[in-house]
């Protein structure tokens, strides 16, 4: 059974201000996102599932989707504020939707097999696409799967980034340890600064990049899980309820464990203005060097 890939872009119109400025990164004008559903296809998975907003649905269908509907099985999976299990309802002046949660959830009804979730704007590498998909084929219920980033692999040179380190045992996820300002230093070391100190770190972490693999009932504990959060958190206007937070409680539970498929890969993504000429630059040499065609689709 061919896995299907998860892209969460409910959040594209509103970072972007308008789907019109996704930005062309590759050579031929290519955008991050067509190199993730290349290496996707490339690597084997059979349907692609698209997470966005009903309000730029025409758009977004006209101008990235319909790139991809001869070359893979396209669906798409609707986030709304108002998509609440039965008795629950939006408190009056809560603007966003619920989280990446609620987003995965928001596409229980169309994906029957393993699948992998991933943000849309990022870059994540031929390689952790290959990766995952052959860590489903070992995978054993309960478990959850996950590939992890060397930290030096993930660094912007213009400013801090915020990541999760990994503490790995026996190649299972045991702790993540959320740190949110790690920088190069001048004298080029590693570092991640926490109440004004700063501790050196090798490079060699391994961090979550939001790259995650999950067998199909991974829905049901989903489902049972958002009922569980908005008992809680649900008369809030801001909180929000992210897949991190739930697949760690779910592994502090007992009720999963989380594989690392360690990558080597390069993960790009713009997090400051000035990175745009370095992942333009990349992208050029790997498509020099025959890691992509000359022409992404041909």
């Not at 219920?141 to 930290?151: A, Q």
């Not at 897949?243 to 539970?253: A, G, K, L, S, W």
């Not at 360690?262 to 203005?273: E, K, R």
């Not at 025959?290 to 041909?298: E, F, Q, S, T, V």
Request: hydrophobic share 35%.
């Amino acid at each position: 059974m061919k896995p299907t890939l998860l892209i969460m872009a409910a959040g594209m119109g509103s970072r972007y201000g308008g789907l019109k400025q996704l930005d062309p990164v590759g050579p031929n004008g290519e955008t991050l996102l067509e190199y993730s559903i290349y290496d996707a296809i490339q690597a084997g998975f059979g349907k692609v599932v698209f997470v966005i907003r009903h309000d730029f649905e025409d758009e977004f269908k006209k101008q990235i989707g319909s790139k991809f509907t001869d070359k893979i099985e396209v669906q798409y999976a609707f986030q709304s504020l108002e998509n609440l299990p039965a008795r629950f309802t939006v408190p009056e002046g809560r603007t966003k939707p619920w989280g990446t949660g609620q987003a995965v959830l928001a596409a229980k009804d169309l994906i029957n097999e393993p699948f992998c979730v991933q943000n849309a704007d990022d870059f994540y590498g031929a390689e952790a696409y290959q990766t995952i998909a052959t860590g489903f084929q070992s995978l054993e219920k309960p478990e959850s799967c996950m590939v992890g980033y060397r930290l030096k692999n993930t660094l912007s040179p213009h400013g801090s980034v915020s990541r999760g380190v990994c503490k790995i045992e026996n190649g299972y996820l045991a702790e993540v340890n959320e740190r949110t300002e790690i920088i190069t230093n001048a004298a080029g070391t590693v570092q991640y600064i926490e109440n004004g100190a700063a501790t050196d770190m090798t490079g060699n972490e391994i961090v979550s990049m939001n790259f995650w693999g999950f067998a199909p009932e991974f829905f049901q504990t989903l489902e049972e899980r958002f009922i569980e959060f908005l008992k809680v958190k649900g008369g809030e206007l801001k909180s929000e309820w992210y897949i991190p937070d739930i697949v760690t409680r779910m592994m502090n539970n007992g009720e999963t464990k989380i594989k690392i498929l360690s990558s080597d890969a390069q993960w790009f993504g713009v997090t400051y203005p000035e990175d745009r000429p370095a992942v333009v630059k990349a992208l050029k040499k790997m498509h020099d060097s025959g890691i992509y065609p000359p022409k992404l689709w041909g």
